[in-house]
């Protein structure tokens, strides 16, 4: 990304009303983290530039409308402060862990949200759920495993044409690992930004891939094996 792309978006995140929910949301994730641990990131400013910025400078990669799927969604990044710049989008939350569940229900009915569902599962058990196989223009998940296990999770609610976008730190040898894992789920990589968060608050790396073909059915396989044995 280019050196604007830092200005562009802490310039969106003053805008009156998403500063107002972003302040808001920020409010219940300090609240909420005393009770559930949702995230080590507590500091205002911090959680501004990880968690706030790092969410929305994807947004360009989301379709106009798209129905997105995000995996393993913890505290809510990035799809809240996704949904809070871009209301067009839509989301399926899937997570596995019943109280961040909670938490992301009462975010979301807070900051008066809509077209978001918080839905209780794993990944691997939607991957193979026709209600949720191949039905979604975009998978995001960013902080949940490395890129040859998260592909496995993410790819399978993926239809084809749409797009997988995975928030990464440093992931050169991640990308080489999962080249595999993207050849066999039926992926290709189009884009592959990298970027410095302000304040040298950490490298990051966006990784969007297309899908080419359907994901054969044997995937994902389930019992631990995408982490176990990953492709």
Same mark, same amino acid.
């Given at each position: =990304?280019?050196?604007?792309? $830092?200005?562009?978006?802490?310039?969106?995140?003053? *805008?009156?009303?998403?500063?107002?929910?972003?302040?808001? +949301?920020?409010?219940?994730?300090? +609240?909420?983290?005393?009770?559930?641990?949702?995230?080590?990131?507590?500091?205002?400013? !911090?959680?501004?530039?990880?968690?706030? /910025?790092?969410?929305?400078?994807?947004?360009?990669?989301?379709? $106009?409308?798209?129905?997105? @799927?995000?995996?393993?969604?913890?505290?809510?990044?990035?799809?809240?402060?996704?949904?809070?710049?871009?209301?067009?989008?839509?989301?399926?939350? &899937?997570?596995? %862990? #019943?109280?961040?569940? %909670? +938490? /992301? *229900? !009462? $975010?979301?009915?807070?900051?008066?949200?809509?077209?978001?569902?918080?839905?209780? =599962?794993?990944?691997?058990?939607?991957?193979?759920?026709?209600?949720? *196989?191949?039905?979604?223009?975009?998978?995001?998940?960013?902080?949940?495993?490395?890129?040859?296990?998260?592909?496995?999770?993410?790819?399978?609610?993926?239809?084809?044409?749409?797009? +997988?976008? @995975?928030?990464?730190?440093?992931?050169? #040898? !991640? /990308?080489?690992? @999962?080249?595999?894992?993207?050849? &066999?789920?039926?992926?290709?990589?189009?884009?592959? !930004?990298?970027?410095?968060?302000? #304040?040298?608050?950490?490298?990051?790396?966006?990784?969007?891939?297309?899908?080419?073909?359907?994901?054969?059915?044997?995937?994902?396989?389930?019992?631990?094996?995408?982490?176990?044995?990953?492709?």
């Amino acid at each position: =990304m280019d050196t604007q792309w $830092a200005q562009k978006y802490l310039d969106i995140l003053e *805008r009156d009303e998403i500063a107002q929910k972003m302040q808001a +949301f920020y409010d219940l994730l300090v +609240f909420y983290n005393e009770k559930f641990n949702l995230t080590r990131i507590i500091g205002r400013e !911090e959680c501004r530039i990880k968690h706030f /910025l790092d969410s929305i400078c994807a947004e360009t990669y989301f379709p $106009a409308g798209a129905n997105v @799927a995000e995996i393993g969604s913890g505290a809510g990044f990035p799809s809240l402060p996704l949904k809070i710049v871009r209301d067009d989008l839509s989301f399926a939350l &899937v997570e596995s %862990v #019943e109280k961040k569940c %909670v +938490f /992301l *229900r !009462e $975010a979301v009915k807070e900051l008066g949200l809509k077209n978001i569902q918080v839905i209780h =599962m794993r990944a691997e058990d939607g991957g193979k759920n026709r209600a949720y *196989r191949e039905k979604f223009d975009v998978c995001c998940a960013r902080a949940v495993a490395r890129l040859n296990t998260l592909s496995e999770y993410c790819v399978p609610f993926v239809k084809i044409g749409g797009r +997988f976008i @995975a928030y990464k730190g440093s992931a050169e #040898e !991640e /990308l080489r690992e @999962a080249e595999n894992a993207f050849r &066999v789920l039926g992926v290709k990589t189009v884009a592959c !930004e990298r970027y410095d968060l302000p #304040e040298e608050m950490g490298k990051r790396t966006l990784i969007v891939a297309e899908k080419i073909f359907s994901t054969p059915a044997a995937y994902p396989r389930g019992n631990g094996k995408e982490r176990g044995k990953p492709l």
